[in-house]
C-alpha cells in the first residue's frame, strides 16, 4: 500500500529537478532574475514546513518540502550575487512577516499552527516576486512555477498522515505556485509588442 506513495515521493524530486532546471539555465543564461528575498523566505518557511511535516510522520510527501528548502536557498544565494541590492519596502516587509511568522511558531510549539502561520508567511513572500513580475515577467520562468504546483499536488498524495500540519504547506504551494505561472502567461500577453 505504500510502495505507490514512495514511488510518488520520488516522482516530486524528479518532476523538480526538471522544473529547477529550466530555472538554473534561465538564470545562467541571464534570462531569469529571481528576487532574492522571497527565495531565502521561501527556503527558511520550506525547512521549518518540512520539520512539521517529519514530526507529524508525513513520509514521502515531504520528501519535496525539505528538497525544495535547499534549492530555494541555493536560488537565493546566486540570486544575491547577481542581482543590483536595491530592495524596495514591500521587500522588507515580506521579510518580517516571515521572521514574525517563524518567532509566533517558536512560542506557540504546535506543529498545525506553525504550518498555518508559514503557509501565510509563504503567501507574504510572494509580493516581492509578484511585484517584479508585473512589471517584468520575461525574468521567470513560468514552466518552473507549473511544474511546482504539479509537485506539491502530487506529494499530497504521496503524505502519510493527513492533518493541517502535513497538507495545507503543500496545498499552499500547489494554489500560489500554479496561479503565479497563469499570473506570467497572462502578464507576457499583455504587455507582449505587437
Not at 36 to 46: K, Q, T, Y
Request: one cysteine or more; glycine letters at 6%.
Amino acid at each position: 500500500m505504500q510502495d505507490y506513495k514512495t514511488i510518488l515521493g520520488f516522482l516530486t524530486i524528479a518532476i523538480a529537478l526538471v522544473s529547477y532546471s529550466f530555472y538554473f539555465k534561465g538564470i545562467f543564461f541571464g534570462n531569469t532574475k529571481p528576487q532574492p528575498f522571497s527565495w531565502f523566505i521561501w527556503s527558511v518557511l520550506s525547512g521549518v514546513a518540512f520539520a512539521a511535516q517529519v514530526t507529524e510522520n508525513a513520509g514521502p510527501g515531504a520528501w519535496i518540502t525539505g528538497f525544495t528548502a535547499v534549492v530555494c536557498l541555493t536560488i537565493s544565494i546566486i540570486a544575491s550575487f547577481k542581482m543590483d541590492w536595491r530592495f524596495k519596502m514591500v521587500d522588507w516587509l515580506s521579510l518580517f512577516a516571515a521572521l514574525a511568522a517563524l518567532i509566533l511558531w517558536h512560542y506557540t510549539s504546535n506543529p498545525g499552527l506553525a504550518v498555518i502561520l508559514v503557509s501565510l508567511a509563504y503567501a507574504l513572500g510572494f509580493i516581492p516576486t509578484f511585484f517584479k513580475a508585473y512589471y517584468k515577467p520575461g525574468e521567470e520562468t513560468d514552466i518552473t512555477f507549473a511544474l511546482n504546483s504539479i509537485k506539491f499536488g502530487i506529494s499530497i498524495i504521496a503524505l502519510n498522515s493527513f492533518s493541517v500540519a502535513t497538507w495545507l504547506y503543500p496545498a499552499t504551494l500547489f494554489l500560489l505556485n500554479g496561479l503565479f505561472a497563469l499570473f506570467l502567461l497572462m502578464r507576457r500577453r499583455k504587455i507582449k509588442p505587437v
